[in-house]
């Protein structure tokens, strides 16, 4: 047991690594000082065993296939759905993506403040499925928004018309009022002289 022991730490391993020549194991026995099993390690009595192999191949070619979607059915499955993948993990990476999405836009004017608070809340509220949604959801509604101006502007342009051509009509009737006046007062005249 020292022998093994001794010989394990000079070969730079334990009490297992060492092989000990079983034919020459009277003068093995017989070593009782480090100097004596370095000779022995010398002479090739004591070897230090090689290691042994412990592959991990096949557990890489193994994880390999299921990184494309091999071996992962029913049949392979120990836990819930819900303790392979959480739902509560889902949803904080799509808060994450949505929230990021609307500081982003934010940041670069496409919405403003108050746009960026409603549509905070919505995600909040489970009304967007995805980034994609939530981008179609803001196009629409700036494309509403653009509409909007664009009728409130006409509807003021009509106004403006409309009120130009009444003070024309107003001015145009109250000249032909004048006019009107002004030749009655000069028949007035006239018959008077």
């Given at each position: 047991a020292v022998v093994s022991r001794q010989s394990g730490h000079y070969g730079r391993g334990g009490r297992e690594k060492g092989w000990l020549d079983p034919n020459e194991s009277s003068e093995i026995s017989n070593a009782n000082s480090r100097q004596n099993i370095k000779k022995l390690i010398k002479d090739g009595l004591i070897i230090k065993k090689p290691q042994t192999v412990h592959s991990r191949a096949r557990c890489r070619k193994l994880k390999e296939a299921k990184r494309v979607g091999r071996h992962t059915g029913t049949g392979k499955r120990k836990g819930?759905?819900?303790?392979?993948?959480?739902?509560?993990?889902?949803?904080?990476?799509?808060?994450?993506?949505?929230?990021?999405?609307?500081?982003?836009?934010?940041?670069?004017?496409?919405?403003?403040?108050?746009?960026?608070?409603?549509?905070?809340?919505?995600?909040?509220?489970?009304?967007?499925?995805?980034?994609?949604?939530?981008?179609?959801?803001?196009?629409?509604?700036?494309?509403?928004?653009l509409r909007l101006k664009a009728?409130?502007?006409?509807?003021?342009?009509?106004?403006?018309?409309?009120?130009?051509a009444h003070e024309r009509k107003l001015a145009r009737s109250a000249q032909k009022h004048a006019e009107m006046f002004a030749h009655i007062e000069d028949n007035n005249q006239d018959e008077e002289s």
């Open positions: 819930t759905a819900n303790a392979r993948m959480p739902e509560k993990v889902i949803w904080m990476r799509r808060m994450r993506v949505l929230r990021r999405l609307l500081k982003k836009y934010r940041e670069d004017k496409k919405i403003d403040k108050h746009m960026y608070h409603a549509l905070y809340l919505q995600s909040k509220g489970n009304i967007f499925k995805n980034k994609r949604v939530l981008m179609e959801h803001i196009h629409k509604k700036k494309a509403e928004g009728l409130q502007e006409q509807a003021e342009a009509r106004r403006a018309r409309t009120k130009a």
